[in-house]
């Protein structure tokens, strides 16, 4: 079986740095902030709460999606240079296979395919107890980056 080694993801952005990316955006208002930075995954957590609830008081699954596609992105565009090139969200789906009611859940996203043109990433959604409740796939489209887009 041969295996590919996947492109690391770039550690010497500082966390802090990353969650000011997420001023004035619907990670700001979700309560998502990025955790836990290494060459070979990203984690960020979200609160479990009224921002975040459906109207039975357990997590929403579009908010899961938003955790998902929000780590995913931020994982994506740790691997390409980013002076260059922007990774774009091309396609999310998600299987969620446990409620949460409350505390936070913490999205990992990890690396499936990283390509010069696009990228799959793998996000797992577990609660406080480490327990599997969303498990996402999120694939990327890698684009020249237009002036105005800054990441």
């Not at 691997?79 to 091309?90: H, P, T």
């Not at 299987?95 to 913490?106: D, I, L, Q």
């Amino acid at each position: 079986m041969l295996i590919k080694k996947i492109k690391k993801l770039d550690t010497h952005i500082s966390l802090e740095d990353m969650n000011k990316r997420n001023k004035d955006t619907l990670a700001e208002t979700l309560g998502i902030e990025y955790t836990e930075l290494t060459e070979d995954y990203l984690i960020a957590k979200m609160p479990v709460d009224k921002r975040t609830f459906q109207p039975v008081k357990l997590l929403n699954g579009g908010a899961s999606l938003a955790l998902a596609e929000t780590v995913g992105s931020m994982a994506a565009n740790l691997v390409i240079d980013r002076e260059k090139y922007i990774a774009l969200g091309m396609d999310i789906n998600a299987n969620h296979v446990r409620s949460a009611k409350s505390g936070f859940v913490y999205g990992k996203a990890l690396p499936i395919h990283v390509g010069t043109q696009s990228q799959v990433w793998q996000i797992e959604i577990s609660d406080d107890e480490n327990q599997l409740v969303c498990l996402a796939r999120l694939t990327m489209s890698i684009i020249n980056r237009p002036p105005e887009m800054v990441l």
